[in-house]
T-cell receptor, first 116, second 117 residues
Framework: AQKITQTQPGMFVQEKEAVTLDCTYD???????LFWYKQPSSGEMIFLIY??????QNATEGRYSLNFQKARKSANLVISASQLGDSAMYFC?????????????FGSGTQLTVLP | EAQVTQNPRYLITVTGKKLTVTCSQN?????MSWYRQDPGLGLRQIYY???????DKGDVPEGYKVSRKEKRNFPLILESPSPNQTSLYFC????????????????FGPGTRLTVL
């Protein structure tokens, strides 16, 4: 079974500063994918970034980067230069293997508030 | 426009009254799934489908049914809704197979907020 743990129910960050959202995972699968999604107050789920377990480099997508530490089983999301529009709920998720039909396992989420 | 649609977006009903939430995708995706989202629990998978007529239980399937008679549609059926099924429901789809981010990305519908009184 897979498990995702997000230990920060809520986080605050000052506008233009960087913030790290924590995510640890547990799986026995040798190959897996890790995802981060953003859920603004409007409710939709927005894909942010993906990291494959065998990827040599940390994934980056614009202001988002994923700090992947495989030995520690952590996949923290780093948002640089925070903007007011980054205020949202953020979910870490994983899937056991690249080709698995099994869908995503999600963490409980972190509510990020960006302060002006 | 590539999208996953769900209907209705909001629904208030009473205990025991059968209801169906529809889900449709226009991307010819093989995989579809249903999640429910509850405060403090994140999203939990209810059912998923690998293709037409192929479905399987997720983590919280009790009280739900699904069908996949057409590739584009994956309705969620609550035969006898109860108050503990009050939740925000998401349908999602993605392509089959492995690969880089673009292949694995899951597309979510806008969500259906269900209240069972």
């Amino acid at each position: 079974a897979q498990k995702i743990t997000q230990t920060q129910p809520g986080m605050f960050v000052q506008e233009k500063e960087a913030v790290t959202l924590d995510c640890t995972y547990d799986t026995s699968d040798p190959s897996y994918g890790l995802f981060w999604y953003k859920q603004p107050s409007s409710g939709e789920m927005i894909f942010l970034i993906y990291q494959g377990s065998y990827d040599q480099q940390n994934a980056t997508e614009g202001r988002y980067s994923l700090n992947f530490q495989k030995a520690r089983k952590s996949a923290n999301l780093v948002i640089s230069a925070s903007q007011l529009g980054d205020s949202a709920m953020y979910f870490c998720a994983m899937r056991p293997s690249y080709s698995s039909a099994r869908q995503l396992t999600f963490g409980s989420g972190t509510q990020l508030t960006v302060l002006p | 426009e590539a999208q996953v649609t769900q209907n209705p977006r909001y629904l208030i009903t009473v205990t025991g009254k059968k209801l169906t939430v529809t889900c449709s995708q226009n991307m010819n995706h093989e995989y579809m799934s249903w999640y429910r989202q509850d405060p403090g629990l994140g999203l939990r998978q209810i059912y998923y489908s690998m293709n037409v007529e192929v479905t399987d239980k997720g983590d919280v399937p009790e009280g739900y049914k699904v069908s996949r008679k057409e590739k584009r549609n994956f309705p969620l059926i609550l035969e006898s809704p109860s108050p503990n099924q009050t939740s925000l429901y998401f349908c999602a789809s993605r392509m089959a197979g492995g690969g880089r981010r673009g292949v694995n990305e899951q597309f979510f519908g806008p969500g259906t907020r269900l209240t069972v009184l």
